[in-house]
């Protein structure tokens, strides 16, 4: 899908991820955090496959060793810098997911937590290392 921004901590892009006002509420503090998770349903994507090639390499990769969209159960993730929080809505950047894509879920990212001794696995080397 050309529409979506290639990988979020890429993406420069400001969105707009809405809560629904019932669960506002929710996210009292939220505007503490200078980065969160947001957790998305990839509503368009269309079967899958188990093995996938990406951008960063021709050779064929396990789905769960990817970002591919085409999976078994189509959950998104990004760790977006958030911005600003205006009532229900949420001004982030660093998303990649389109206009109209159904939220599932919220988290702080927390470095003390998400982030100890991390690598990159086989992307390794591959992709330049930049942080929003």
């Not at 991820?17 to 669960?23: L, P």
């Not at 990769?61 to 999976?71: E, I, K, L, M, Q």
């Not at 929080?85 to 599932?104: E, K, M, Q």
Request: negative net charge.
């Amino acid at each position: 899908m050309s529409e979506v921004p290639r990988q979020s901590a890429l993406a420069e892009a400001i969105c707009e991820v809405e809560v629904f006002k019932e669960y506002e509420e929710g996210l009292k503090d939220i505007e503490t955090f200078s980065h969160i998770f947001v957790l998305y349903w990839l509503h368009k994507s269309e079967g899958f496959s188990l093995l996938v090639k990406t951008p960063w390499d021709d050779a064929p990769h396990g789905v769960f060793a990817t970002r591919s969209p085409r999976r078994p159960n189509p959950i998104g993730i990004s760790v977006v810098k958030l911005i600003e929080r205006r009532g229900n809505v949420l001004v982030v950047s660093g998303i990649d997911a389109i206009d109209g894509t159904p939220l599932i879920d919220i988290k702080p990212f927390i470095p003390e937590f998400d982030s100890k001794n991390a690598n990159s696995g086989w992307l390794e080397g591959k992709i330049k290392k930049e942080r929003v």
